[in-house]
């Protein structure tokens, strides 16, 4: 199925940890996000890439960092991983170009907890 | 700096009424508008996408309408159903400066209750 798939979808891990979170799209999108939905359910960028390259950094700790291989994959590592880390993180992506330019397309989501 | 706000935060509503989820951005200046739902649990699922050019798109039971120069966007849902309770979420996309083009802003959404 075309589709943004994301894994693991449940990670449970304790503080300090070094984590890692993977992304693939099959879209054929220019243009891949990482987004984060806090306890309130209140969703922030994090990360753009467009083409493997970094266009949006929103001041996320850079213990956050993300890495594209190709435009294909986004993926999303996470060191010393701290409490407030604890969210579901969302992995999307949008085409650069046709009628549909910009429309976000959501992974599933991968839920963090940190003990 | 764009904001959005999503009224009202919660919404709970008899299956078979039509009913208007509303969204408000402060930035005019937007490139598209993006209404999406979210079930518990779940990724966001893209219900509609009106580009700057537009006034209002259509799929199925909803329709959405964007007005730039007020700065709002409404989702209608007609004969709504159990099936439509989930929480509803806009985000607005800005005109291309640096990287905001690349940038979705969301509201923090409506929580649909539709009771059978």
Redesign the interface.
Known sequence: DTAVSQTPKYLVTQMGNDKSIKCEQNLGHD?M?WYKQDS??????MF?Y?NKEL??N?TVPNRFSPKSPDKAHLNLHINSLELGDSAVY?C?SSPGEG???????????SRLTVL | KQEVTQIPAALSVPEGENLVLNCSFTDSAIYNLQWFRQDPGKGLTSLLLIQSSQREQTSGRLNASLDKSSGRSTLYIAASQPGDSATYLCAVRLIYSGGSNYKLTFGKGTLLTVNP
């Open positions: 243009t996000y309130k359910k209140f969703l922030k960028i753009s467009n266009i949006i929103e969302f999307a009628p549909n330019t910009g429309e976000l397309f959501f992974g599933e989501g």
